[in-house]
């Protein structure tokens, strides 16, 4: 909630801070969207692909396509999750979702492909080219996934979660329950590098201390889900960060280095909102003190470590 709250108060009142300030500076001053330097998991070669002459870009080249996938990806894990034989639910929740999204990414691919050929914007060679340049470009990106979720499971494998919690429950009271489930979650998201992995591991553990130390079972999970997503989300081994800074073909720790400061400033808060729920046993009170603490951490950040943009640029880049 903290995070989403803090994402209103950078879009509205422009409260940008930390690196983002400076890489936000440096694209509106400059025109320059990477640093010098800057090494984007994804190579430049798909870049220099062009509209052939005489073509205008039309919107419903990317549109449809996208149209398919999405279209595609519920059917799909209804399909593989074994529907109609089990009810809607079941098979939902028993989808192989990396088979149904390759299918539905194949098949949307394969309608691009289509219609680019008959629009006469390349020919059938020239699109398989194309598609293996796509490959080609996302080998980095492919390694850095497969490294991220070795050290994923090696971590899992080591049983941290379970190592912290134990020792969290066995050395402190009920009423900073809350808060500790959300440290450890957020601790085992980062070094694993996935929130739903998180999850998984942290459900089955928090929902039965929580019982046993007769704490909100909803305060629980709140405190396994926003720990999860919060350490996900500062995790540079994370997959949805790997493929975010490989989507805008950005430096991988410069985009890392840019969400942290604006992730850590919603979990400081987050921190503070989950003492108070389990001290005060009031969600209420909880979660106005945590805006409270957002609004005033994110202004002190914004003027100690803010970057203003000349007013010249703040309607864009600098024209030529």
């Known amino acids: 909630m903290t995070e989403r709250l803090n994402n209103l108060f950078i879009i509205f009142l422009k409260w940008d801070f930390g690196p983002m300030a400076q890489a936000e500076y440096r694209a509106r001053t400059s025109g320059k969207l990477l640093r010098d330097g800057a090494q984007p998991p994804s190579d430049t070669e798909m870049m220099d692909v062009e509209m052939p002459e005489g073509h205008t870009p ?15 990806i519920p059917p799909l894990f209804l ?8 009810d809607f639910v079941t098979a939902f929740g028993e989808a192989d979702g990396a088979t149904s999204i390759l299918i ?20 059938f060679k020239e699109a398989m080219s194309i598609i293996v340049t ?10 850095i996934l497969a490294l991220a979720w070795s050290i994923g499971s090696v971590t899992s494998e080591l049983g941290t979660a379970e190592y912290l919690v134990n020792f969290a429950t ?6 900073i329950i809350p808060f500790l489930i959300f440290v450890v979650a957020s601790i085992v998201a980062f070094t694993t590098g996935t929130s739903y992995g998180t999850f998984a591991i942290m459900i089955p553990i928090a929902m039965p201390l929580a019982v046993s130390m007769d704490i909100s079972l909803y ?23 790997i493929l975010s800074s490989a ?3 950005s430096d991988h720790i410069d985009h890392v280095n840019t969400q ?28 106005v003190s945590g805006t409270i603490i957002l609004f005033i951490l994110s202004f002190i950040l914004k003027k100690m470590w803010g970057r203003p943009i000349p007013k010249k640029y703040e309607a864009g880049f600098e024209s030529d």
């Open 58 to 72: 039309k919107i419903r080249n990317m549109v449809v396509p996208l149209i398919v996938l999405l279209g595609l």
């Open 79 to 86: 399909w593989t999750g074994g529907y109609p034989e089990q």
């Open 104 to 123: 539905a990414a194949f098949a949307a691919g394969l309608v691009a492909l289509i219609m680019g050929m008959q629009q006469k914007l390349y020919s």
């Open 134 to 143: 796509g490959f080609r470009s996302m080998t980095l990106v492919y390694i």
């Open 170 to 175: 066995q050395t402190t009271s009920p009423a």
């Open 219 to 241: 305060l629980a999970i709140a405190a396994v889900f926003s720990g999860g997503i919060f350490g996900d989300h500062c995790s540079p081994i994370s997959d949805t960060t």
């Open 247 to 249: 989507g805008s073909s």
């Open 260 to 287: 942290i400061p604006y992730a850590v400033t919603a979990g400081v808060s987050s921190v503070v909102a989950f003492l108070i729920a389990g001290i005060t046993e009031s969600s209420v009170l909880a979660l």
